[in-house]
């Protein structure tokens, strides 16, 4: 993984996030594609690296799955796509950024919660979004 080179094969928690309402269907489809690829090529057990799942929706940050909750990629693809649905994208040219920031206080919020200290932590968003400075000043 660009910029953590032991994260798919050492102790580390790994968080996929989808900022679902600024994407439009197509750009949905194809990262989910690009999030199943990552986790199909991460090495996930419980003594290796754990990954969790996050999406927006309302506005809201919401947990898919958690990084205790799965300990083999045959079990995650499957349920990000149960829990990521296409439809909830943008279908319009005026996708709303608005749910990036909620979406990255989930993120905190749930390394603070269930991460060990001792594992690093990679984020990895998809989105369309982008973050103001106002609101870069709100993290």
Known sequence: ?????????SYSDVALAFDVASLGYEQLEE?????????A???????????????????????????NK??????????MYRGI??????HTKDC???????LM?????EFLNVSNKGRKQVAVVFTQGHVTDS?????
């Open 70 to 79: 799965f300990s083999n990629s045959s079990q995650m693809i499957p349920a």
């Open 1 to 9: 993984m660009f910029g953590c080179e032991r994260c798919t094969t």
């Open 41 to 67: 090529n991460i090495h996930t057990g419980i003594n290796q690296t754990r990954i969790s799942l996050s999406k927006t929706v309302g506005g809201i940050g919401e947990t898919v799955f958690n990084i």
């Open 96 to 102: 709303s950024s608005g749910n990036l920031v909620a």
């Open 105 to 109: 206080h989930h993120l905190a919020e």
């Open 85 to 90: 649905m296409k439809e909830d994208s943008c």
């Open 135 to 139: 609101e870069r000043n709100s993290f």
């Open 31 to 39: 990262s989910l594609k690009v999030a199943e690829v990552l986790i």
